[in-house]
């Protein structure tokens, strides 16, 4: 089976569509394994929800789809994303509000654990660092843990209990094999390790290969939408820097 894995697509239809596409020139596939945070940020929340649900969908709930939906209160948010998320909650449907309430922040899909932040901490914690891996890995009850949530790609591999953070290369096989790995695709709508291009990963699980691609999007099309749903000028110029 051929799993595209995408995490923080955060309402960004155009850059959703150009990873579709290129994932399809690239083999396709055949279920999507999505990391959360379809909402929030970008100008297409009602949009990104309907399109992922065209396709076989494994899901987990992220801190901007609960905030959408007052699963969680986003005062704590900064007031660039409780703008948007605000403006999130108007744009939703009865049906895309139930579908984003009905998402678990933890899904086991044998061999993989599938959340949004941490095991420790699903929907908050930013799994960045040597405290926050350990902490995940003591709970982590399958061999592989995918994660979102920092938009930032990497690759863990747990080494007798250390864990050791590398590169996620692009365009590269990696075979996990027999090891404990936890590993970030990358954000879709919004990256942050400044390149401004979608990341994603397409995962072989018959034979335990994941590679990470980027592909470029019409970014001018989508701020285009922002400006014109009068989202905050910083989400706006962030998307040309990968930031």
């Known amino acids: 089976m051929r799993a595209l894995i995408l995490s923080d697509i955060h309402a960004n239809l155009e850059a959703l569509e150009a990873v ?3 994932a399809q020139v690239r083999g396709g596939f055949d279920v999507i394994w999505c990391l959360g945070d379809t909402v929030g940020y970008g100008p297409d929340p009602g949009a990104c929800i309907d399109r992922i649900r065209e396709f076989e969908l494994v899901a987990v709930v992220g801190n901007h789809d609960c905030a959408a939906v007052g699963l969680i209160d986003a005062s704590d948010f900064n007031d660039a994303a409780l703008s948007a998320a605000k403006w999130t909650a108007s744009q939703l449907d009865a049906g ?15 061999p993989f654990t599938l959340v949004h932040g941490s095991l420790r901490d699903p929907i908050v914690e930013y799994l960045l660092d040597r ?3 350990m902490g995940t890995l003591a709970l982590l009850e399958t061999r592989y843990c995918l994660v979102g949530h920092s938009h930032i790609p990497f690759l863990c591999r747990d080494a007798q209990g250390e864990p050791e953070f590398t590169d996620f290369p692009e365009d590269e096989k990696i075979e996990l094999g027999d090891a404990r790995w936890i590993i970030n695709p990358g954000g879709v709508g919004q990256p942050r390790d400044r390149d401004p291009r979608p990341s994603y990963a397409i995962c072989d699980t018959s034979h335990a290969m994941i590679e990470r691609h980027r592909v470029t999007y ?13 989202l905050p000028a910083h989400l706006i110029d962030r998307l040309d820097h990968g930031i």
């Open 20 to 22: 579709f596409a290129d």
């Open 96 to 110: 895309q509000r139930d579908f984003l309430t009905s998402l678990p922040m933890v899904f086991v899909q044998e």
């Open 131 to 133: 405290n926050s891996a």
């Open 218 to 230: 019409d970014i001018a099309k989508t701020q285009e939408k922002m400006r014109a749903a009068d």
